[in-house]
């Protein structure tokens, strides 16, 4: 069964951090790029960040740059999005989403061909 699980999420005060991880079962993430997305309640799903196979290409959201991180390790099947210097802003259920033979923008694609996980909750609160 193809699975992915994101965890890493939590409580934690204005200017913070947190890292997320996007774990995959069940298939390899190796052949896959991958993407962070959020949803605030009462909003749209947004892009956050995303990033291709090979790790060569990377996009980030204007509201995340400069904060966020995303980074990916094939040996554990696994893709991190630090994020530092949260703001109240930033909480969301955050998602990860998968996806073979990727086109750019990698985010466009996984919204609409990639597989997705269940979201973790990130809270900034103080």
Known sequence: QLQLVESGG????????LRLSCTASGFS??????GWFRQAPGKGREDVSCISMSGSSIEYADSVKGRFTISRDND?????????????????V?????????YRP????????????????VTVSS
Not at 10 to 17: D, K, Y
Not at 76 to 92: H, I, S, W
Not at 94 to 102: F, L, T, V
Request: aromatic share 10%; glycine share 12%.
């Open 76 to 92: 554990k099947n696994t893709v991190y999005l630090q994020m530092n210097r949260l703001k109240p802003e930033d909480t969301a």
């Open 10 to 17: 939590g409580l934690v005060q204005p200017g913070g951090s």
């Open 106 to 121: 990698i985010s466009t694609f996984l919204r609409r061909y990639g597989d997705w996980g269940v979201g973790t909750q």
């Open 94 to 102: 955050y998602y990860c989403a998968a996806g073979r033979n990727a």
């Open 29 to 34: 993430l190796n052949t896959h790029a991958v």
